[in-house]
């Protein structure tokens, strides 16, 4: 069974960090695109960041940009977001996604902002940044 699991989220003060993890089962991660998007509430999910699968080259939010990494460890079929200086704004529902991208092309933009482009999806893990 392809399964998504995320976990690192948290109740964290502003200007705090966490770092959230994507762990797949069921499948390896290798050449797969992954993205992270995030929900608060009454708002439409979002894209923060993604990955490609071929080069591991990263694409980020405006939002986000500067403050948020992420990464991808293939031997251990896990994808990371750093989050750091975080801000109340970045209060939301934060999920991974993945899909297998045409080989041969790769739209960082696409893959950014268009969560129907992924096929396999966590469940969320609540990010909180209050004082």
């Known amino acids: 069974q392809l399964q998504l699991v995320e976990s690192g989220g948290g109740l964290v003060q502003p200007g705090g960090s966490l770092r959230l993890s994507c762990a797949a089962s069921g499948f390896t991660l290798d050449y797969y695109a992954i993205g992270w998007f995030r929900q608060a509430p009454g708002k439409e999910r979002e894209g923060v960041s993604c990955?490609?699968?071929?080069?591991?080259?990263?694409y980020y939010a405006d939002s986000v940009k500067g403050r948020f990494t992420i990464s991808r460890d293939n031997a251990k079929n896990m994808v990371y977001l750093q989050m750091n200086s975080l801000e109340p704004e970045d209060t939301a529902l934060y999920y991974c996604a993945a899909t297998l991208p045409d080989p041969t092309y790769f739209s960082g933009t696409y893959y950014l902002h268009y969560a129907r482009a992924y096929d396999y999806w966590g469940q969320g893990t609540q990010v909180t940044v209050s004082s």
């Open positions: 990955i490609s699968g071929n080069d591991g080259s990263t």
